[in-house]
């Protein structure tokens, strides 16, 4: 089929060509804006293809990579389709893509962008594989670009571990084993769903490191943080003086009632609601029963089978979570630079301080260097991540609980730190923050670290690819304006705002 060059983007590419260095973003971003958005090809975009390969071909090295992540875009419009019109014609020029991967330096901007625009062609695998053999590409590019040239097999499905790379990974027996016994309970669309998810993650990935390198130069990789020792939690930890002293501020979710400790259980003194505590970690998730007998039996064993994915988040998943919501490829945020802005704004009055979403603990252990580990508690709803914590803190109590319905009395935290976990519980935002605020004490400090979705649409389709297990539609971050309203509606003043790049720092005060 002959399609006919659409003149608005023959003019807009040639546009491109031949502008200069300091307009050649706006002239992409109007070739961008005529032939695709959000994740949507326009009308024009098949008969536009010959044009951007030809501005693919006649661009200068410092601009080539542009219209390479503009046809990847466009094929993947389509997915999972892999033989659509547009994919096809985008296809029909692999030997020009091949040819020009093979003629730059590997990790160059427009070698990253050819490996995205690669990425979308699984039929043409071994080919494209043989092509960038010995390029010497970096595991997470090369395990990236290989997940993604790969199909789906019903018999042997392998599913869910590709972030940041499937090469991050490395599973032992028992953690194959704990896969493969999720795995086998999917049904084949369940199965199909999942892959397509992990596909569309991958090409997330691959897609901002290629157009932030494009638009800002190479990325630079930070080092890897080093895993925090695990500890043998088979055995029972006395916790009623831990949780002691933030008992007066603990209250049951069931009923509001006050809480008294004792090793192993926690019990309502209004409802007789009991929870089990083990290992330092206070579960408010669910009561137990009088028929259950211990209720630190079960919890202990939870603990005892929990997989590792405290320690790799800590080491490799966040560092790369930052990398692509913070738009952080160049390290302009440094973990130095988290550091110090919790030492500089955190303010508490009297009360205990909540890390709200603490996750591993990294930086649990710096509010505690602020206000003193005999203040803090840590809070989150994932078990895996407060076990690390607890390994990490053996001084800082943690509960398990959730955000939107923060288990604490009125008025009784001296200050709340989210850091970095904001978006994690995207739906219940804006009653989290409500709930921070009648929590703390007046004058008490609200601290948070989040992301918000990148004003280029380009880097924020790349952004909202990411499947998580919180965002299976896609990674949701913040308007500004939205989270700025909802602090005000639960009535506490923004005192400091910034960031770089995505990132949002905030400190806001209770007033009264």
Known sequence: MTVSPAPAAVGLAEAFVQARPEDVPARFHALVDALWSDGRAHPDALAAVPALVAALERSGTDRKGYPAVLLGLLAETEYPVLDGPLGSAVRDHLGLYLGLLGSEETGTPLTLALLYLLSHFPGDRERILAAVAGLGLEA????????????????????????????????????????????????????????????????????????????????????????????DVSAPVADAALFARHLGALRCPACRGSLASHDGVARCADCAARYPVAGGILDLTAPATEQQGDASADFLEKLSRVPSMGLFYEAVARPAFLRVSGSNWGGAVTPQDEDRYIADHVRPVDGPVLDLGAGAGRWTAVIAEAVG???????????????????????????????????????????????????AFYADAGAAIAEVSRVLRPGGTFTLMTFRRSDDPVYGYFQSAHRFPQHQGGLQLFDLDRLRGWLADAGLTVREESGPGTFVFITAVREH
């Open 373 to 423: 580990a005999e203040r803090l508690i840590a809070l989150d709803s994932a078990l895996p991540m407060l076990n690390v914590l607890r390994g990490r803190l053996p001084d800082v109590p943690s509960v398990l609980a959730s955000a939107a319905e923060l288990p604490f009395d009125d008025a009784s935290l001296g200050a709340v730190v989210c850091w970095n976990a904001l978006q």
């Open 140 to 231: 997470e590019d090369l395990s990236r670009l290989d997940r993604a040239l790969s199909t789906l097999d019903p018999s042997r499905p392998d599913l869910g571990r590709v972030w940041p790379s499937p090469s991050a990974w490395t599973l032992n027996a028992d953690e194959r084993a704990f896969d493969q016994s999720w795995i086998k309970e999917l049904t084949p669309q369940q199965l199909e769903a999942n892959w397509e998810n992990d596909t569309r993650t991958v090409l997330g990935c691959t897609g901002a490191r290629a157009y932030w390198a494009v638009c800002h130069g190479e990325p630079r990789n930070l080092p890897e943080a080093p895993l925090p020792e695990s500890r």
